[in-house]
């Protein structure tokens, strides 16, 4: 079972683009990379999913070194509402291999 | 198409009573799971089912806690008799398939229903 090292909280003001680093040194060959968003008084709410290289969508960006030992979640130009908890998650997620962290608190100020 | 729908979203209670919490499903997925998060503990997976049949409760904290899946689109989490440290936000979700996994299907959460147990 990967575990997941990601920084406690950053903070950013609107209009930058915000890098949220996760480590997971042993992560296992077949094992996804998958990040979630969590605001206050809802659920978690999936982000973005990969396993190598480079994933983009609507919301966010996830990049993926060769080693696959960490990877970075990008999201650009944020506003206040991205203020949130952002999970990083590795591995087949839902059964007991699941394990939600503490996450990373972003604070977006004005 | 709806989210995945929970009830009530907030229950206050006494210590000892029984409490219900309900878990409608999005249609079609056919993986639904129950969490409990607290700010000391973070979420913890309690139990989750695939097809109506629980696969795994070894997250259930306790006897107390009891959960069932009469149907597709229908779940219930009963704690009896709760306690204080009961009280947490209790969430619901559902999927295709476990993320990450062959199928690789993200969770789909509901906004959670706030439990206090006085």
């Known amino acids: 079972l990967a575990k997941t090292t990601q920084p406690i909280s950053m903070d950013s003001y609107e209009g930058q683009e915000v890098n949220i680093t996760c480590s997971h040194n042993?992560?296992?060959?077949?094992?996804?990379i998958t990040w979630y968003q969590q605001f206050p008084s809802q659920g978690p709410r999936f982000i973005i999913q990969g396993y190598k290289t480079k994933v983009t969508n609507e919301v966010a960006s996830l990049f993926i070194p060769a080693d696959r030992k960490s990877s970075t979640l990008s999201l650009p130009r944020v506003s206040l509402s991205d203020t949130a908890v952002y999970y990083c998650?590795?591995?087949?997620?839902?059964?007991?291999?699941?394990?939600f962290g503490a996450g990373t608190r972003l604070f977006v100020k004005a | 198409d709806a989210g995945v729908i929970q009830s009530p979203r907030h229950e206050v209670t006494e210590m000892g009573q029984e409490v219900t919490l309900r878990c409608k499903p999005i249609?079609?997925?056919?993986?639904l799971f129950w969490y409990r998060q607290t700010m000391m503990r973070g979420l913890e997976l309690l139990i989750y089912?695939?097809?109506?049949?629980?696969?795994?409760d070894s997250g259930m904290p306790e006897d107390r806690f009891s959960a069932k899946m009469p149907n597709a689109s229908f779940s219930t989490l009963k704690i009896q008799p709760s306690e204080p440290r009961d009280s947490a936000v209790y969430f619901c979700?559902?999927?295709?398939?476990?993320?990450?996994?062959?199928?690789?299907?993200?969770?789909?959460f509901g906004d959670g229903t706030r439990l206090s147990i006085l």
């Open positions: 249609s079609g997925h056919d993986y």
């Open positions: 979700a559902s999927s295709l398939g476990l993320t990450g996994g062959r199928r690789n299907q993200p969770q789909h």
């Open positions: 998650l590795v591995g087949e997620t839902g059964g007991f291999k699941t394990i």
């Open positions: 089912f695939n097809n109506n049949v629980p696969i795994d």
């Open positions: 042993n992560i296992a060959t077949n094992d996804y």
